[in-house]
């Protein structure tokens, strides 16, 4: 492949690193409804997606676009106030994007949220799910094309994609804030519709805990490079209830857990 393929991310690399001079050691990607976690960074730069060479630019309502430099707990962090799906209309070579640029500014874990639907019977709206797994089939895989060999192997192994040992530390951050955090597999789908009936059941009998429209790509990548990955869901709507779900059900549904989840990734970012 050589080094034709990693120009686009070298250059957007060149860019971020002559305006901050910034060596983030963690990246940060925050879901839908959970934008106000910024208020927690000390923050050095912002930088609009739209200014960096080669990035995709958000399109959706509730999702600000850009990249965030700063301290979060002492460490030196970056945000993505805002994600690219695939259901707007990127490929998900485009929406990965950010992540590969992350490995190259030098960051070694990747903390990753989401608002997802739940189809476990035992998890409330308002919960937090850590997940430690996922299933990916109903979405293309990211690193279909040819390999870029420089970011990692052509078929990369994905037994343990989400970090045991983050896990582990999250649990004890929950413990400790008396908040329960759930953990469980992570079903990814297109979207933008939410599910049938049929299809939440569907879910649940495959073997899903939560479902969503976002996260796997991203963590995929972040793997194939040999990043850590963390991610967690915000359960914002349960699919086994019949009844109907909107967008902004679940943008208030995660906008009233984000404290949960901004003392979850401050605690982590301290311990990473
Ligand atoms: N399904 C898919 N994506 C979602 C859901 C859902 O129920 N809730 C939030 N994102």
Do not use: C, W
């Not at 109903?138 to 040819?146: D, E, Q, R, S, V």
């Not at 990955?229 to 984000?258: I, P």
Request: proline residues 5%.
């Amino acid at each position: 492949m050589g080094k034709k393929a990693l120009k686009p991310f070298n250059e957007a690399v060149e860019y971020l690193f002559k305006k901050t001079g910034a060596r983030p050691e963690a990246g940060i990607v925050l879901g839908s409804g959970l934008g106000s976690f910024v208020n927690e960074i000390e923050i050095e730069f912002e930088i609009a997606y739209e200014d960096i060479p080669h990035f995709p630019v958000s399109t959706v309502a509730g999702h600000q676009g850009k990249l965030i430099f700063g301290k979060l707990s002492g460490k030196q962090v970056l945000v993505m106030a805002g994600r690219f799906h695939y259901y707007e209309g990127y490929s998900v070579e485009e929406l990965v994007f950010p992540v590969r640029v992350m490995k190259l500014l030098g960051i070694h874990t990747i903390l990753l949220s989401n608002a997802a639907g739940s189809v476990n019977p035992h998890y409330k709206v308002g919960d937090l799910m850590l997940i430690n797994d996922h299933i990916s089939f109903f979405t293309p895989n990211p690193l279909i094309g040819k390999n870029i060999a420089e970011f990692g192997p052509r078929f990369p192994d994905m037994n343990e994609t989400y970090d045991r040992d983050l896990i582990a530390k999250a649990k004890a951050i929950g413990l400790t804030h008396g908040f329960d955090l759930h953990e469980g597999v992570y079903v990814a789908v297109t979207g933008p519709t939410f599910e049938t009936k049929a299809e939440y059941r569907f879910i649940h009998i495959m073997g899903g805990d939560v479902v969503g429209m976002s996260t796997v790509p991203e963590a995929i990548v972040a793997r194939h490079m040999d990043m850590r990955v963390f991610a967690v869901s915000v359960v914002t709507d349960l699919g086994m209830h019949d009844q109907a779900v909107s967008h902004e059900e679940v943008l208030q549904a995660a906008k009233k857990a984000e404290p949960k989840m901004a003392t979850l990734f401050k605690e982590l970012v301290a311990v990473l």
